[in-house]
């Protein structure tokens, strides 16, 4: 069946760097754009990154630009989202999505703070 699984999360200080992965089976991976939002205690689920099928389209919230990047592998069903620069703002369950469809992973926690 349809499965995402993310994984990555943990705790980490202010300033520094994650790496969140996002595991993909039961379709055609290299058919699909992908996508990561959060959401943060108390708050709504919100857009962080997508990337396109073939990996020459990515987008980025205002708040994550230019600290966060997306990429994939599709020989490994992987998609990637690298967090850098860290800030306790983006504290919150991180989850990955299949672009114009509603399956989602179980999300990772991601937790800054010192």
């Known amino acids: 069946q349809v499965q995402l699984v993310e994984s990555g999360g943990g705790l980490v200080e202010p300033g520094g760097s994650l790496r969140l992965s996002c595991v993909a089976s039961g379709f055609i991976f290299s058919e699909k754009g992908f996508k990561w939002y959060r959401q943060a205690p108390g708050k709504e689920r919100e857009f962080v990154a997508t990337?396109?099928?073939?990996?020459?389209?990515?987008n980025f919230s205002a708040s994550v630009k230019g600290r966060f990047a997306i990429s994939r592998n599709n020989l490994q069903n992987t998609v990637y989202l690298q967090m850098n620069s860290l800030k306790s703002e983006d504290t919150g369950v991180y989850y990955c999505g299949v672009w114009g469809d509603d399956v989602w992973g179980q999300g990772t926690q991601v937790t800054v703070s010192s």
């Open positions: 990337i396109s099928s073939h990996g020459d389209f990515v």
